[in-house]
Each structure stands twice: as structure tokens, then as C-alpha cells.
């Protein structure tokens, strides 16, 4: 079956302590992107990746990490989470840069105390 | 900048009735506009595009959608609106730099 699979659901932590979503689609698809759901405010992109090796900035990429290693993974790392980095985190691939519209994920439940 | 507005954060149709959701942007070169829907505890799914063509796009679950270039509107359609419709629907436009940005959402409830 098509999909992007997020790793975990949910989670909750603690200030400062390092973390990682993981992220990994099995389409092939060169375009990855996060994005963050905060009620009042839609979906708004922290980062993405046109292909391997290859990553920018979104509209709110202050505390947030990825990496594009291989063409299917695409994590995100919170080198030391704050509470206002508690969101709901969905990660999304598409090919073609995103001209066919995106596959998302589940998404990510996070909460920083 | 790029943009997309949502004007309405909630829209109520009773159900066998037509029902629009309203969607504006503002974007440089050609847009590539695209609708999304997200049911409780769960991630969105895709509706419908317009890239290029046909300004009436046609999608998933009886949608379409209108692309109307002089009014920068992209707006969301359905001839007689379902209970099952009742669900949060995102508008999204992707800009020449690869950027995809989505609008705020509207919650879109249907009453029997």
C-alpha cells in the first residue's frame, strides 16, 4: 500500500531533551516537506526537501532539523524542544515537486512540558 | 509574498443542499491550487487540483472546484452536501519556488 508512515503517534517530553519524528514514504517520490497544525493558524511548513541531499526553509523553520539521506526518509529533529514546538506535526511527499498534490501522514502528536 | 486566505472558519449547509468553501491567493507565476480534507484524528487527504486547463476541476467525493484567474479565487463545490462532508477542508496553492502554503482551514458541518 502507498503511504508515508510517521513514527511515533504520540509523544510527550520534556524541555531540552532531544528528539526525532521519523518519516518515510515508499512511492519514490522526490518532494518531502513538514508541516505543523496549529488550530486557527492551518497547516504551516517548517521545512522541505526537492530530492536527496536537497532541503529548505518553510515559513517556520526556527528549532527544527531534517535531513534528506535518503530518498525515502526524511526526519525531523528538535535538537531542544520548547513548549511552544507542542503541535500536531504531519509529514507529506509528492513527486514531481509537489505539482500532483501531496500524500500525507497520520501525523505526530507532540507535547513538550 | 504567497498567500491563501480561507475567509470562513465555518460553514454550515443542510444536508441534500449545494455548499461552497470560499479560497483567495496570492501567488507569483502560474498557481498550482489544490484542496484537502481532514476528518477527526486524521492526517488530510487530497481532493482536487487545477494546474492547468479546464477552470471546473473535478475530484474526489462528488467536489469540484472552480479556478477563477481575475478573482484569484479557487473556490470549493458540491451540488448537494452529504453529512459524511462534515470535516475540515484545507485550500493550498503551490508557488514557482516549490513552496506549498495552506490556507487557515474551514470546518464545514452538515446538518440532517
Known amino acids: 500500500e502507498a503511504q508515508v508512515t510517521q513514527n511515533p503517534r504520540y509523544l510527550i517530553t520534556v524541555t531540552g531533551k532531544k528528539l526525532t519524528v521519523t518519516c518515510s514514504q515508499n512511492m519514490n517520490h522526490e518532494y518531502m516537506s513538514w508541516y505543523r497544525q496549529d488550530p486557527g493558524l492551518g497547516l504551516r511548513q517548517i521545512y522541505y526537501?526537492?530530492?536527496?541531499?536537497?532541503?529548505d526553509k518553510g515559513d517556520v523553520p526556527e528549532g527544527y532539523k531534517v535531513s534528506r539521506k535518503e530518498k525515502r526518509n526524511f526526519p525531523l529533529i528538535l535538537e531542544s524542544p520548547s513548549p511552544n514546538q507542542t503541535s500536531l506535526y504531519f509529514c507529506?511527499?509528492?513527486?514531481?515537486?509537489?505539482?500532483?498534490?501531496?500524500?500525507f501522514g497520520s501525523g505526530t502528536r507532540l507535547t513538550v512540558v | 509574498a504567497q498567500s491563501v486566505a480561507q475567509p470562513e472558519d465555518q460553514v454550515n449547509v443542510a444536508e441534500g443542499n449545494p455548499l461552497t468553501v470560499k479560497c483567495t491567493y496570492s501567488v507569483s507565476g502560474n498557481p498550482y491550487l489544490f484542496w484537502y480534507v481532514q476528518y477527526p484524528n486524521r492526517g488530510l487527504q487530497f481532493l482536487l487540483k487545477y494546474i492547468t486547463g479546464d477552470n471546473l476541476v473535478k475530484g474526489s467525493y462528488g467536489f469540484e472546484a472552480e479556478f477563477n484567474k481575475s478573482q484569484t479565487s479557487f473556490h470549493l463545490k458540491k451540488p448537494s452536501a452529504l453529512v459524511s462532508d462534515s470535516a475540515l477542508y484545507f485550500c493550498?496553492?503551490?508557488?514557482?519556488?516549490?513552496?506549498?502554503?495552506f490556507g487557515s482551514g474551514t470546518r464545514l458541518s452538515i446538518w440532517p
Open positions: 526537501s526537492m530530492n536527496v541531499e536537497v532541503t
Open positions: 493550498a496553492v503551490r508557488d514557482s519556488a516549490s513552496k506549498i502554503i
Open positions: 507529506a511527499s509528492s513527486p514531481l515537486g509537489g505539482l500532483y498534490g501531496y500524500t
